[in-house]
């Protein structure tokens, strides 16, 4: 499985690749930092309602 990966060990022998992937994270918590975040309205849909919904998707 693709997730796995972020388990295993990095060996960084060089310290030039190793200065690029310091960077790397470094801009990655940055833009993390700046990401906008986006407020989504919602509403909690119960009983009569899902039947309704539901019934409307079914036609």
């Known amino acids: ?29 940055e833009t993390a930092d ?3 975040l986006r407020h989504v309205e919602y509403e909690d849909v119960k009983g009569e309602d899902i039947k309704k919904l539901l019934g409307a998707l079914v036609q």
């Not at 190793?18 to 918590?29: G, P, S, Y």
């Open 1 to 29: 499985m693709a997730t796995e990966s972020i388990f295993h060990n990095i060996v960084i022998d060089d310290t030039k690749k190793a200065e690029a992937f310091i960077t790397a994270l470094e801009q990655a918590a």
């Open 34 to 36: 700046n990401y906008p």
